[in-house]
């Protein structure tokens, strides 16, 4: 039996879990409680490959994000498996890219694809490993026996039944409410979006019917953000007749939404879930961190809080989120782009004030990190060391400052901020100039390769 690889595909937004999911710290890094969806996903991994068998597809954005949350499971992850979209191409180009890079390595390996964003019951692994055979010469999606007639998912048809699974009659849309209670009458099944295949099943399919994705990965001239953005399923799986489905009888949640994560979360005697106080409240969905949430007759509704943004929605429209996210974006809001708390693959910071004139942050820096060498043309700069000891370049000098010591950085002077200790380093920053956005940073060095 050829060697399983495992592709992770962990490049959404999740848009439909704002605001606690943003797109620089989107839902599938999110660590609620224990590990991220992304580490549950990688520990799925690892149960049908070896770690050098595991490749992840993420925004370039997201890269640091994901190393730091594989090395927190005890892993490490090369630069060749690391697969880093300079622009999200939808989930055929990123598979495509996958495969072609696995090939490298093995051209016959059997490739299982996991989004990093579900919550599935590990006897799932069980019964994705027995469809392995079958993907030998067919593409294999992984359907879920409906538990409700959802509107929120894809459907898929079953059609003559062959080994552990069933030839695809057809792919459907996500549907109305009647049609899905159709669907669901008739035995359709919920598109998981989990595939297995062999890589040389996969190329054959993607050389006939997506010839020009093929050939741009043929070519060593390959500009990725050109290829177009489509789904595997609207790209191949809709065209081949080659595809077969098998249903997994594990529990499977796609988290994509604040009503999706209610249904898998631990409830109270009110059907409540989360820390509130109330008085006739029921069914109600509550992240509001630690400040005291009251609730006064309110069913059926989900209240969630962050430190910069509220969202207030019927738990039946949480699919619309998504739609009110867009609609901030094209005002141009940064509220969907970042939290507070923003992560550097050198540590964090937070904002903690901000108006005309001045900025005020709170950095927290990493042992060993150190932030880039960069200059600034329209803010100066004051640092106060609160915790730890900071290394601070400045104009060509050294400084070692200790808690309470502080240091002045003008406008126009290159500069640079290590942890070179053994504890975190926490720094108070207060910024003042006429324009305070992150991209007036001019860089000449970087340890992480950065722009």
């Avoid at 959404?12 to 590990?35: A, I």
């Avoid at 998981?192 to 060593?220: C, T």
């Avoid at 994509?256 to 069914?283: C, I």
Wanted: proline share 5%; aromatic share 10%; with cysteine.
């Amino acid at each position: 039996m050829s060697a399983v690889f495992s592709v992770i595909l962990a490049g959404g937004v999740g848009t439909r879990l704002w605001p606690l999911s943003r797109t620089q710290y989107p839902k599938q890094f999110l660590q609620v409680q224990g590990h991220s969806l992304f580490q549950e996903t990688y520990l799925r991994a690892l149960r049908l490959s070896d770690p050098d068998h595991i490749f992840i597809v993420t925004n370039e954005i997201h890269q640091f994000l994901v190393r730091d949350q594989v090395a927190e499971l005890g892993f490490s992850i090369t630069d060749e498996r690391l697969l880093r979209e300079t622009e999200g191409r939808n989930t055929l180009p990123a598979i495509a890219w996958s495969v072609r890079e696995i090939q490298k390595e093995s051209p016959d390996a059997t490739v299982v694809v996991f989004p990093s964003d579900h919550k599935l019951d590990e006897k799932a692994i069980d019964e994705i490993r027995a469809a392995i055979e079958l993907g030998e010469e067919n593409l294999v999606t992984f359907g879920i026996r409906p538990a409700t007639p959802h509107t929120g998912y894809g459907y898929i048809a079953p059609g003559e039944k062959i080994g552990p699974g069933f030839r695809v009659k057809q792919f459907k849309e996500k549907p109305d409410q009647k049609t899905a209670e159709t669907y669901v009458s008739n035995g359709y099944l919920w598109n998981s979006g989990m595939f297995l295949f062999s890589a040389r099943v996969f190329q054959d399919e993607l050389k006939q019917y997506q010839p020009e994705i093929f050939e741009a990965f043929v070519s060593p001239d390959l500009v990725y953000q050109d290829l177009p953005s489509i789904s595997i399923d609207y790209g191949l799986l809709e065209y081949s007749s080659r595809v077969v489905t098998v249903p997994l009888s594990a529990h499977w949640t796609d988290l994509g939404t604040f009503a999706a994560w209610y249904d898998v979360s631990p409830k109270d005697e009110h059907e409540n879930v989360g820390s509130y106080q109330g008085m006739g409240s029921s069914g109600n969905f509550i992240s509001t961190g630690d400040r005291v949430t009251a609730l006064i007759g309110i069913k059926d509704t989900i209240v969630v809080d962050t430190d910069d943004a509220l969202l207030v929605c019927r738990r039946d429209m949480a699919e619309q989120v998504g739609d009110l996210v867009k609609g901030l974006k094209k005002q141009g809001n940064p509220i969907t782009e970042f939290h507070r708390t923003v992560f550097r693959p050198w540590g964090s910071y937070t904002e903690l004030e901000e108006t005309v004139g001045y900025k005020i942050k709170r950095l927290n820096v990493n042992p060993g990190k150190r932030l880039s060498m960069q200059r600034h043309h329209h803010r100066s700069e004051h640092w106060v060391i609160v915790h730890g000891s900071a290394d601070v370049q400045l104009d060509g000098t050294h400084q070692f400052l200790r808690p309470g010591e502080s240091t002045y950085v003008p406008a126009g002077v290159m500069h640079r901020l290590a942890n070179t200790g053994k504890i975190p380093l926490e720094v108070i920053e207060v910024q003042i100039g006429e324009y305070l956005e992150e991209d007036d940073i001019e860089r000449t060095e970087d340890d992480f390769k950065r722009v």
